[in-house]
Antibody, heavy 116, light 110 residues
Framework: QVQLVQSGAEVKKPGASVKVSCKASGYTFTSYDINWVRQATGQGLEWMGW????????GYAQKFQGRVTMTRNTSISTAYMELSSLRSEDTAVYYC?????????WGQGTLVTVSS | QAVVTQEPSLTVSPGGTVTLTCGSS?????????PYWFQQKPGQAPRTLIYDTSNKHSWTPARFSGSLLGGKAALTLSGAQPEDEAEYYCLLSYSGARQVFGGGTKLTVL
């Protein structure tokens, strides 16, 4: 079965960067796009962008342009989302998602806390 | 950027029927927005219920259905169960493969 396992919680200082990993199993990694979504505590869902693991092509939400980079390592079926210049408002749970429609299977989420 | 709107909260009686809607600031929602619906319970990751307006996953309970209604995407729950109490989010696709979530609807079964 399709499974996405994300890296563990992170605590970062303002201005730093964070890189979250998302290891896929149960399907051919390059077959489905991967989307990234985040959710601040008590808030709604926010789409950050997508990546095609086969080509490496990406598309980012305007809000994150210039601050987010989505990459992958196909040899280990893992996708990455790096967010730079962190600020307190970036404190959130970050999810990777995949599937034939792009939003079928969700990772368990990674809590990123930005605090001085 | 487009704004996607949902009812902040709705209440349904057990066994009752309720419709949640999802509108777009750019105009009528169409099948070309490929509407999705997600369910999220406290402390859990979201779960996808509906994709491409009305398609269900194998795990989607039959009591949930998706449609287009009055220029909006709609999620109808027929025969509400206590376990359906959750937050529901819609997602619309825009040009350039950009996706925008609605603010969510808190559904209470009471």
């Amino acid at each position: 079965q399709v499974q996405l396992v994300q890296s563990g919680a992170e605590v970062k200082k303002p201005g730093a960067s964070v890189k979250v990993s998302c290891k896929a199993s149960g399907y051919t990694f390059t077959s489905y796009d991967i989307n990234w979504v985040r959710q601040a505590t008590g808030q709604g869902l926010e789409w950050m962008g997508w990546m095609n693991p086969n080509s490496g092509n990406t598309g980012y939400a305007q809000k994150f342009q210039g601050r987010v980079t989505m990459t992958r390592n196909t040899s280990i079926s893992t996708a990455y989302m790096e967010l730079s210049s962190l600020r307190s408002e970036d404190t959130a749970v970050y999810y990777c998602i995949t599937g034939t429609t792009g939003f079928d299977y969700w990772g368990q989420g990674t809590l990123v806390t930005v605090s001085s | 950027q487009a704004v996607v709107t949902q009812e902040p909260s709705l209440t349904v009686s057990p066994g009752g029927t309720v419709t949640l809607t999802c509108g777009s600031s750019t105009g009528a929602v169409t099948s070309g927005h490929y509407p999705y619906w997600f369910q999220q319970k406290p402390g859990q990751a979201p779960r996808t219920l509906i994709y491409d307006t009305s398609n269900k996953h194998s795990w989607t309970p039959a009591r949930f259905s998706g449609s287009l209604l009055g220029g909006k995407a709609a999620l109808t729950l027929s025969g509400a169960q206590p376990e359906d109490e959750a937050e529901y989010y819609c997602l619309l696709s825009y040009s350039g493969a950009r996706q925008v979530f609605g603010g969510g609807t808190k559904l209470t079964v009471l």
